[in-house]
Nanobody, 115 residues
C-alpha cells in the first residue's frame, strides 16, 4: 500500500519560514517525479515545485527564489523549504508522486501565513 504523508504545516507570520516534509511508504521516491501542489480556497490546485527522478527541479514563478524543493533518498522523503512567506502562500499543500501510469497524492497539510 502506497502512502504519502505530509507534515510541517502551520501558522506563520509574513516573512517567516516553514519546512514541509513528504514521507513515502510503498514506493521509492527516487524513481518518481515528486511535486508539491497547493490549493487555496476557491482556487484551482497549482504546482508549486517539483523534483524529477534525475533530481532536476522546477518552480512556479510565484515562489522562485523563496522556496526550495529537495529530497533525502535514504529517508525516502521530499522537502519543501519555504522562506519569506507571504499571505498569498496560504493554502493546503499536497505532495504528489508520478511515474508512468502511477499517480499518488498525500492528504495535504495546511499552511497559513497571517499576522
Amino acid at each position: 500500500q502506497v502512502q504519502l504523508v505530509e507534515s510541517g504545516g502551520g501558522l506563520v507570520q509574513p516573512g517567516g519560514s516553514l519546512r514541509l516534509s513528504c514521507a513515502a511508504s510503498g514506493i521509492i521516491f527516487a524513481l518518481y517525479a515528486v511535486g508539491w501542489y497547493r490549493q487555496a480556497p476557491g482556487k484551482q490546485r497549482e504546482l508549486v515545485a517539483a523534483i524529477m527522478n534525475g533530481a532536476s527541479t522546477t518552480y512556479a514563478d510565484s515562489v522562485k527564489g523563496r522556496f526550495t524543493i529537495s529530497r533525502d533518498i535514504a529517508k525516502n522523503t521530499v522537502y519543501l523549504q519555504m522562506n519569506s512567506l507571504k499571505p498569498e502562500d496560504t493554502a493546503v499543500y499536497y505532495c504528489n508522486a508520478v511515474a508512468r501510469s502511477s499517480n499518488y497524492w498525500g492528504q495535504g497539510t495546511q499552511v497559513t501565513v497571517s499576522s
